[in-house]
């Protein structure tokens, strides 16, 4: 059984940062989702357990960076210019199986973390 446990969330005023991290004891693929009230769960990047090219979501292109550090077995999300509707509550979640793309598009995934709420709020 893989266990995901996030840490990071908070709240924070539009233009700040916040990193989120997620500790995985194992996975193929690891990825951050969201959802935010009244939404549905929406991906927003994986990374394979390679290190591979991550994959973002439009949204995330170019404000938030994925990494993993192998060594401690974190995935970290660092979210630069954050906006109001990047409030939400943050998921990490693990694959058995490859495919950063099919995970976060589909959000298909085999394991999930209990969620670190981020705030964005003026």
């Known amino acids: 059984q893989v266990q995901l446990v996030e840490s990071g969330g908070g709240e924070v005023q539009p233009g700040g940062s916040l990193r989120l991290s997620c500790a995985a004891s194992r996975a193929t693929v690891i990825g951050w989702f969201r959802q935010a009230p009244g939404q549905e769960r929406e991906g927003v990047s994986c990374?394979?357990?390679?290190?591979?090219?991550?994959y973002y979501r439009d949204f995330a292109k170019g404000r938030f960076t994925i990494s993993r550090d192998k060594a401690e077995n974190t995935v970290y999300l660092q979210m630069n210019d954050l906006k109001l509707e990047d409030t939400a509550v943050y998921y990490c979640?693990?694959?058995?199986?490859?495919?950063?793309?099919?995970?976060?598009?589909?959000?298909?995934?085999?394991?999930w973390g209990q969620g670190t709420a981020v705030t964005v709020s003026s």
């Open positions: 990374i394979s357990v390679s290190g591979d090219t991550p």
């Open positions: 979640a693990g694959r058995d199986r490859t495919g950063v793309h099919t995970m976060c598009e589909q959000n298909k995934v085999d394991y």
